[in-house]
């Protein structure tokens, strides 16, 4: 398709030099050992930068309603391709253990421990988690922040959260860039 027509068609300042057609119900549907639970996440950029980190490092994603729509333009870009690739659940499909994601009070991070079917449940970032959403939780924990900043963004603690969980895999293999 020629540059001049995507331009024409694109919502975005630089549009895409690809176009892909998909149908929504061919995306990758399931659960796995590990997984983000999305608790009324509406920025599609952080719902898709979530699906890029899941991807990476093998989780599944749960949704809730009142999530961004994955399939948005915003979300399908910050993902990457991760959204062909990582299987979505409804939010409480999930089986294991529930770890809420909380800003302060909960046991730090590195110190829980992460084995087995783990879900980590994150709230959006204004609201952060309901109380009948906390309660369903086995766990909360709170991610340690020496540097004196009074939150992380959604994303971001996602990803710390599905990088400590890898890590504490006995036999997980990080490979080093080159």
Sequence with gaps: MAPELLGEVSA??????????????????GTRPVTLALWHI???GNVGTLL??????GAGVALSDGCADLTGP?????????????????????????????????VLLPELRLDGDVVLVLGAE???LPADVLKRCD???????????DSLNVAIAGAIALYESARQKTGTKYRTSS
Excluded: C, N, T, W
Aim: hydrophobic share 40%.
């Design 74 to 106: 915003k979300a399908l870009r910050a993902s990457m391709g991760a959204i062909f690739r990582v299987p979505v659940s409804g939010f409480d499909e999930p089986a294991g253990r529930r770890v809420a994601l909380v800003p302060d009070g909960g």
């Design 52 to 57: 890029r980190a899941a991807d990476v490092f």
């Design 126 to 128: 204004r609201e952060g």
């Design 139 to 149: 766990e909360r924990a709170s991610i340690p922040q020496p540097g004196g900043g």
């Design 42 to 44: 509406g920025d599609p």
């Design 12 to 29: 975005l300042a630089h549009p895409p030099r690809v176009v892909a057609v998909f149908r929504r119900e061919g995306l990758p549907r």
